[in-house]
C-alpha cells in the first residue's frame, strides 16, 4: 500500500472508558491509513485483545495497524511496529517481521538518526515534533526546513508528528510529509462524529495539496 494520509495514534487515557474502538472506528471510517497502538501499560493480556480487535478493524478498513514499541506484540499479531531511538534493534526487528512489514523509525530532529534507520531497513522516517504537544510535552522539537532537507535526501515515506492539527497540517505536507502522525488533534474530540470529521478533515489535505 502506499504510505500517504492520516497516521492516527492511539493514546490510552484519551481513550479510555470504552472510547477506543468506537473512536478509532470513526478516524478509519474519515480516511486513516495507518493506525498505531500506543499504550504505555504491562497490562499484556489487555494489550493483546486490544491490539486484536483493532487489528479486525484495521483489516476492514482497508489500514494499516502499527503497534508501539513493542515487537513481541507485533510479531504475535502479524502486524506493523514503530520503534523509537530506545526501543530495539531495528535491524532485528526486520529479520523477525520480514521483508514486507511496515516498520517506522523515531528520528526526533536527525538527519543522521534517519540515515542509520533507512540503513537499517526502516519503512517511514518519523520527524518531530512540530508544534506544542500535550501528548508528549517534552519530545526534542524539529522545523519544517528538516523536512524538506529529508525530503531531497530520502524517498521513503516521511512521518511528521507532534502536535499536528488540521490548521498546522498544511505547512508539513508542503514542506514533504507523507503521513501526519496525530494524536489530540484527532482523538482529542468529544464525539465520534467529530473524530471522522476530522479524519476526513486530514484525508483531503493529502488530496488538495
Ligand atoms: C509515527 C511516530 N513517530 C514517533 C513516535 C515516537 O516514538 P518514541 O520516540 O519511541 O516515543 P513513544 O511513542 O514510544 O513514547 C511514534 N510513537 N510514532
Ligand atoms: C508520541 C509522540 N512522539 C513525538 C515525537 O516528536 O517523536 S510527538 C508525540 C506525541 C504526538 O501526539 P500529539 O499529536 O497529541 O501531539
Ligand atoms: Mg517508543
Not at 494489550?47 to 514499541?69: F, H, P, V
Not at 517481521?97 to 528520528?107: E, F, H, N, V, Y
Not at 537499517?120 to 520527524?127: P, R, T
Request: one cysteine or more; charged letters at 20%; proline letters at 3%.
Amino acid at each position: 500500500m502506499s504510505l500517504r494520509g492520516l497516521y492516527a495514534i492511539t493514546d490510552s487515557k484519551l481513550l479510555a472508558d470504552g472510547k477506543l474502538l468506537p473512536w478509532v472506528d470513526a478516524a478509519l471510517a474519515g480516511g486513516a491509513r495507518l493506525l498505531q497502538y500506543r499504550d504505555k501499560s504491562t497490562d499484556s493480556a489487555r494489550r493483546l485483545d486490544e491490539a486484536t480487535q483493532l487489528k479486525s478493524l484495521c483489516s476492514y478498513y482497508g489500514a494499516e495497524l502499527i503497534i508501539n514499541d513493542d515487537l513481541a506484540l507485533a510479531t504475535e499479531l502479524g502486524v506493523g511496529l514503530h520503534l523509537g531511538r530506545d526501543d530495539g534493534s531495528l535491524r532485528e526487528a526486520r529479520q523477525q517481521l520480514g521483508r514486507d512489514a511496515i516498520i517506522g523509525a523515531t528520528c526526533h530532529a536527525s538527519l543522521d538518526f534517519a540515515e542509520q534507520a533507512a540503513a537499517a531497513g526502516a519503512s517511514y522516517l518519523a520527524f518531530g515534533r512540530f508544534f506544542q504537544s500535550v501528548t508528549k510535552p517534552g519530545a526534542p522539537a524539529a522545523t519544517p526546513v528538516l523536512l524538506e532537507q529529508a525530503r531531497k535526501r530520502y524517498s521513503l515515506p516521511l512521518v511528521a508528528i507532534g502536535g499536528v492539527t488540521l490548521h498546522n497540517g498544511p505547512q508539513l505536507i508542503s514542506a514533504g510529509a507523507d503521513l501526519l502522525a496525530v494524536v489530540n488533534g484527532l482523538f482529542g474530540a468529544d464525539t465520534t462524529a467529530e473524530v471522522e470529521r476530522r479524519a476526513r478533515g486530514f484525508t483531503e489535505l493529502f488530496s488538495s495539496l
